[in-house]
């Protein structure tokens, strides 16, 4: 952990409060990396991300109002496997490989029949996108 990690954290904060008076009603977007955007307390960092600072400070304009979707990177293996939920992770992985090629998939992680009980902690959704489909935009 870094004190440079903690301060940027708050001044994407801040710089969302500056910004947000001026989004018209409904259209805000953020974009941020996947420890950015984990809304449980202490998976990946010992502080509080920007989405969980936007989803649980009270003076936050959309508190209790933030929805975290992750993507699903192939050579972020390490960080899933902390996961206990990492076998269920690869075994939907690997369905959406054989039943979706070159297609990018949304995946629900929430729900009272989920079997990700701890990724559904820190994000509602994952993105799947083929790995060849990829490839072939990323060019």
């Given at each position: 952990?870094?004190?440079?990690?903690?301060?940027?954290?708050?001044?994407?904060?801040?710089?969302?409060?500056?910004?947000?008076?001026?989004?018209?009603?409904?259209?805000?977007?953020?974009?941020?990396?996947?420890?950015?955007?984990?809304?449980?307390?202490?998976?990946?960092?010992?502080?509080?991300?920007i989405?969980?600072?936007?989803?649980?400070?009270?003076?936050?304009?959309?508190?209790?109002?933030?929805?975290a979707?992750?993507?699903?990177?192939?050579?972020?293996?390490?960080?899933?496997?902390?996961?206990?939920?990492?076998?269920?992770?690869?075994?939907?992985?690997?369905?959406?490989?054989?039943?979706?090629?070159?297609?990018?998939?949304?995946?629900?992680?929430?729900?009272?029949?989920?079997?990700?009980?701890?990724?559904?902690?820190?994000?509602?959704?994952?993105?799947?996108?083929?790995?060849?489909?990829?490839?072939?935009?990323?060019?």
């Amino acid at each position: 952990r870094t004190d440079g990690w903690i301060d940027r954290e708050e001044r994407m904060y801040d710089n969302f409060l500056v910004d947000q008076p001026f989004l018209r009603k409904g259209a805000c977007y953020g974009q941020f990396g996947a420890f950015h955007a984990q809304l449980a307390e202490g998976i990946s960092w010992d502080f509080p991300t920007i989405a969980r600072k936007l989803n649980q400070r009270s003076n936050s304009p959309v508190q209790g109002k933030v929805m975290a979707i992750t993507r699903y990177l192939r050579d972020f293996s390490s960080e899933y496997e902390r996961w206990s939920d990492n076998t269920e992770l690869k075994d939907m992985v690997k369905f959406i490989e054989k039943c979706y090629p070159n297609r990018v998939v949304l995946c629900r992680l929430v729900g009272s029949d989920t079997p990700f009980k701890e990724m559904s902690k820190a994000f509602q959704y994952m993105i799947y996108i083929d790995e060849d489909l990829e490839e072939i935009q990323c060019r």
